[in-house]
């Protein structure tokens, strides 16, 4: 019986002691965004064919999330689709890590309804009222007498801080709009999607990579003589289309080794292709 | 020697994994407590149970816990209106009636359903029963809390139906035996005798399926709609305690007030659960007659 055990114990040890000989080279560690982890394993992908000697790891998780590990130290860059919070940088700071803050490409945010939705355009004044709950009727922006169903992500995402941000607070610092208690919130891009395409009455707001044919992007404008400017590739990149912002990646302090190189790679032509190939709007 | 030296050996190591578990639940108390209390110090008690705002990120944020708490309670009730009867009837027939070919087949069935993970309950509520609710009630949506319900019920049949089964097999024999000799119907044993026997047990079952709905999470985030309304009825969209702490873990500022306060809502659902499994246990453990 004691033989057994303790044969098992060093076939234990044995394995366990090989598992940690392998991993040798320590690996540039990503980890933040959901946005942005498809993009940020594209770009591993890619820049591991060229640099077969640095691993790098890719993990999701939140904006937050990514931040949170570059202020434990156990991650290398955080990837981050919305700014750092000054009390986040309060907090690195105390803990001895100087945030670096990098924009490595643009994410265009569209507002979708469903095909059979005869709405094509819309101020960024009545989105801000269909979501804060002024608007509630399809009727009052030119469609159908129907009652809106409209749909945000849920706050663990930066695109729903973006949204509240820019669009229902109109950009404007200290104003007091909010999402209205009604609007539903979903837990991914992939939700609304889903919710949109099947509902005629429903509105909602995704990433430009997200965009499919079974739903349709609405033209958004400025003011009600417009122009309303429809959401691509092209729009967001020279700015012609408000509703975008930056990606980011957060490192501790300027890149250096490893990490310079990977971010490097990242604001290469090849990694904004990268960028483009993903359905993100490159830097440049 | 060697024998004895062993045999105390394993006596310690199953000592050690019993309390472990024990050991367990007060940590997770512990820091849960700890935590909230870091949240509860900053905010009134009872003004942030019973305010009904629930905007964490606004400036200044509103932590008001009761549509969160409302949200949950239609969910369970909901799900459990719709799991007890069936599960009781699902768990009458396995040990009454069914032949023991057909008794098999649905015991391994029912613990199949256990075994669906809950997104993917969530999944198939997302695409295929959301679209019908909307369809059948002719609801602007049906993301709602009936859908969550619906998913629900199915999760806590598995059991309810195995809790009340056991109950149901653990009768006396002679009570059954004693009524059918004194002319009884089959049904009017059942309905008479054996239900009213094992009753402490079925009371214990619907404890224990309210325990294992009001924790769940995946499958109500994806179709509860998730607004955090004062509801009113089955049909409107709720946001339920758990699915606020999932949905917001992730991207939440640590150290500051909204993310205790997630602890905080964590620290009302290990109240709530621990009651409730605290009087299953009490049903469970009663003395029979």
């Known amino acids: 019986m004691f033989k057994k055990i303790g044969l098992l114990l060093l076939v234990f040890i044995a394995v366990v002691s090989l598992v940690g000989c392998g991993g040798g080279k320590k690996a540039v560690q990503i980890k933040g965004s959901d946005t942005m982890v498809n993009l940020g394993q594209s770009w591993s992908e890619e820049f591991m064919k060229k640099h077969p000697d640095i691993p790098v790891a890719v993990t999701g998780g939140g904006s937050g999330t990514g931040i949170a590990a570059l202020i434990n130290k156990t991650t290398d860059i955080a990837e981050c689709s919305r700014n750092m919070e000054k009390k986040e940088i309060e907090i690195a700071r105390s803990k001895g890590v100087d945030p670096y803050e990098t924009i490595v490409g643009n994410d265009g945010i569209v507002v979708v309804v469903a095909p059979e939705n005869p709405v094509n355009k819309l101020t960024i004044q009545q989105l801000s009222d269909i979501f804060t709950g002024k608007i509630t009727n399809w009727q009052a922006v030119g469609g159908p007498d129907k009652e809106i169903v409209a749909l945000s992500r849920d706050r663990n995402s930066g695109t729903h801080v973006f949204f509240l941000e820019h669009v229902v607070k109109l950009g404007k610092k200290g104003n007091n709009n909010e999402f209205a208690k009604g609007v539903l919130m979903m837990p991914s891009n992939q939700a609304i999607v889903e919710e949109v395409s099947g509902n005629s009455a429903a509105i909602g707001y995704i990433g430009l990579g997200y965009l499919n044919d079974r739903l349709k992007a609405v033209a958004v404008g400025k003011t009600v003589a417009g122009p309303y400017i429809t959401p691509s590739i092209k729009t967001v990149g020279n700015k012609t289309y408000s509703v975008s912002r930056p990606l980011y990646m957060y490192t501790n302090g300027v890149p250096s080794g490893e990490v310079k190189t990977f971010i490097d790679f990242v604001l290469s032509d090849e990694g904004q292709k990268v960028v483009l190939d993903m359905d993100f709007v490159p830097i440049r | ?289």
Do not use: C
Not at chain 2, 109 to 137: D, Q
Not at chain 2, 175 to 187: F, I, Q, R, V
Not at chain 2, 222 to 247: D, E, K, W, Y
């Open chain 2, 1 to 289: 020697m060697r024998r004895k030296l062993f045999e105390r050996f394993v006596e310690r190591a199953i000592f050690l994994s019993g309390i472990a578990a024990v050991i367990l639940v007060v940590l997770i108390f512990v820091f849960l407590l700890k935590e909230s209390i870091a949240f509860f110090s900053q905010v009134n008690f009872f003004t942030t149970l019973f305010n009904k705002d629930w905007y964490p990120i606004s400036e200044p944020p509103k932590f008001g816990f009761l549509p969160l708490i409302l949200g949950s309670v239609f969910v369970t009730f909901g799900a459990i209106v719709i799991a007890v009867p069936f599960g009781v009837a699902a768990a009458i027939y396995i040990s009454e009636v069914a032949p023991s070919r057909i008794k098999d087949i649905l015991k391994t069935g029912i613990e199949l359903l256990a075994a669906i993970p809950s997104i993917v309950l969530g999944f198939i509520g997302i695409v295929a029963l959301a679209p019908l609710i909307k369809y059948v009630f002719r609801l602007p949506s049906g993301l709602t809390a009936l859908a969550g319900s619906i998913m629900l019920a199915f999760m806590a049949m598995p059991t309810i139906v195995s809790i009340v089964e056991d109950a149901l097999t653990s009768v006396p024999k002679s009570y059954k035996e004693g009524s059918l000799a004194l002319g009884a119907t089959h049904w009017q044993t059942i309905r008479r005798v054996i239900l009213p026997a094992a009753f402490p047990g079925i009371v214990a079952a619907v404890m224990l399926g309210i325990g294992r709905v009001i924790g769940e999470t995946m499958a109500v985030l994806m179709i509860t709609g998730n607004a955090a309304i004062l509801p009113h009825s089955l049909l409107q969209p709720v946001r339920t305690l758990t699915a606020t702490i999932a949905a917001e873990m992730g991207e939440v500022i640590q150290g500051s007030l909204h993310y205790y306060s997630l602890f905080g809502i964590g620290f009302v659902l290990f109240v709530i659960t621990f009651f409730i499994n605290l009087m299953a246990d009490m049903f469970l453990h009663r003395k029979r007659f």
